[in-house]
């Protein structure tokens, strides 16, 4: 019975009709994507792994048929982040399906015969509805909107706002918030991103507006959650992780909040010492910003978007009081602080001053006994040195090298962090 079953679904698949695009137009419209992006490697498609967001999309958009083909559907995308990186409001413009046959980026296809189609034609598909219907359970759609022709999730973006969320540990927020201030308005970030001159990037000019530390609750020994917000128009490769790094190194009193202008004083200093780049769990691409644009929530739909996450919110929240709960287990632990078997046990949060390791993890690498000053470390390479570097594999030309920069440029207003 069970084989005349699959054999019976084989068939059916096979019987199926192709589905026809030529009834429908197609319309220009804005996303708005919210995604945990702790398990998958990176936003953009990779050649390697199917486990990316924007591959999940396509299966999406093409299982729903709203299009033909990504290359055909006009796509751009707002913010390209790395492997562990998250959003809440990624956005993508993007052609899709439509029902209409006029309004705001309504495209008449060419040869179509969308009004001789039967059924409603004034009624507009749900598409957050059916995309999160069929999206992996970290993927959201949030909102839509239509949007002209000439919209452009990637160009049209006028301003970006990250979010690193962190546990205070033993950083001193008030000094981290003044070296922050050093990172406002335009400076060459060379020494805090990742240089990525084999793609053709040799300007690393960037200018940043807000840069900010604030506390989230008032959790006490350490436990208390912090926030740091950065925006701007256009982000380096690994910008936001390498300011980070050096933001909790100043916090934690191995560096001076006036590292931030050695390390932007690229005359002083042309080459960027050697340091590990802040964890990407807490890293969350927060808000793109653009003018004239009016998001679309759907009540009904929005309410199962809020049912959704806070399932997920009660899951990782259990996870994470169960753990406070078990050092709190191990705050009231009787220790014994010699080998006599006859001393009596001391609860351990009277032994001595509470740890505050918790922001440790978040720094990868081996952690010397003897901490090294940044500006006394072994430094990468100059700028100048990796551009000779490239120029003679002849990844980077004299004639080559100023189209490529412009390419590479337009790339990293995708935020790339």
Known sequence: MAREKEGEKKEKKRKERPFDFTKYNTRHVALKIA????????YAVQEDTEKTIETALFDAFLKTRLI????????????????????????????????????VGVKQREAGTADQRPGDKTKEIEYAYILNKVLPPEIRVLAWTPVLPDFSARFSCIQRTYKYIFPRGDTDIEVMNQAAKKLLGEHDFRNLCKMDV???????????????????????????????????????????????????LIGQGKEKPTVIDDLLDVTKNPRKPQ????????????????????????????????????????EQTVRATMLKRMLDHLDNAAVRRSSDSNEAGVLWKDVRPPIMHQVECLIPGNKPRVYRPLLERDMCESLDDRIEHFAKRRKLDGGGSKHKQGKRLDSNQEANT
């Open 68 to 103: 033909e083909s990504r290359e055909t559907s006009n796509y751009h995308r707002c913010g390209r982040t790395d492997k562990g990186v998250s959003a809440m409001s990624q956005v993508i413009s993007i052609d899709l399906r439509t029902n209409l046959l006029e309004g």
């Open 275 to 314: 340091y590990a780049m802040a964890s990407e769990l807490p890293l969350i691409l927060y808000e793109c910003e653009y003018e004239d644009i009016d998001w679309i929530y759907d009540q009904v739909w929005h309410e199962e978007n809020v049912k959704h996450f806070q399932r997920l919110w009660t």
């Open 35 to 42: 995604y945990l992006g702790w398990d998958y490697h990176g």
């Open 198 to 248: 084999g793609n053709g990037v040799i300007k690393y000019w960037r200018n940043i507006s807000t840069a900010q530390i604030v506390c989230l609750d008032s959790g006490q020994d350490g436990y208390q959650f912090c926030e740091l917000t950065v925006v701007g128009k256009a982000f380096l490769w690994h910008q936001i992780r390498c300011i980070v790094a050096v933001l909790l």
